[in-house]
Nanobody, 126 residues
Framework: QVQVEESGGGSVQVGGSLRLSCAISGPTESNTCLGWFRRAPGKAREGVAVEDRDGRRSYRDSVKGRFTISRENGKDTFDLQMNGLRPEDTALYYC????????????????????WGRGTQVTVAS
C-alpha cells in the first residue's frame, strides 16, 4: 500500500518562499493522482496542485504563477515549490496519492478517498 509523508513546512514573511517535499513509498496504481492540498483554520480543505499519470499538472487559480509541483525521475518525491507567499496561503498542507484519472477535478470537488499524509504547517506572517 502506498504511503506518503510531507516535510518542509515552516514560517516565512510575506513574499518569501518554501519548498515542501512528499516522500512516496510503496506501490502506486497506474491511475494515480499526486497532489498537494491544504486546510486553513475554519475553512474546508482545498486542492493546491495535482499531477496525473501522464504528467499533466493542474493548479488552483490563486497559486498559478507562484507555486510549482515537480517530481524528479527516479526519485520517490513529489515537491511543491511555493514563491511569493501570502498570508492567505497559511494552512496545513497535505500530500496525497489519489486513485483517479483525470485529476483536475480534485482541486475543487470534495472527496474522501486516497492516501494522505499527516500534513505540514505553513505560516506566512504579514
Amino acid at each position: 500500500q502506498v504511503q506518503v509523508e510531507e516535510s518542509g513546512g515552516g514560517s516565512v514573511q510575506v513574499g518569501g518562499s518554501l519548498r515542501l517535499s512528499c516522500a512516496i513509498s510503496g506501490p502506486t496504481e497506474s491511475n494515480t493522482c499526486l497532489g498537494w492540498f491544504r486546510r486553513a483554520p475554519g475553512k474546508a480543505r482545498e486542492g493546491v496542485a495535482v499531477e496525473d499519470r501522464d504528467g499533466r499538472r493542474s493548479y488552483r487559480d490563486s497559486v498559478k504563477g507562484r507555486f510549482t509541483i515537480s517530481r524528479e525521475n527516479g526519485k520517490d518525491t513529489f515537491d511543491l515549490q511555493m514563491n511569493g507567499l501570502r498570508p492567505e496561503d497559511t494552512a496545513l498542507y497535505y500530500c496525497a496519492a489519489i486513485p483517479a484519472y483525470p485529476c483536475d477535478w480534485t482541486l475543487n470537488t470534495p472527496f474522501n478517498f486516497g492516501t494522505w499524509g499527516r500534513g505540514t504547517q505553513v505560516t506566512v506572517a504579514s
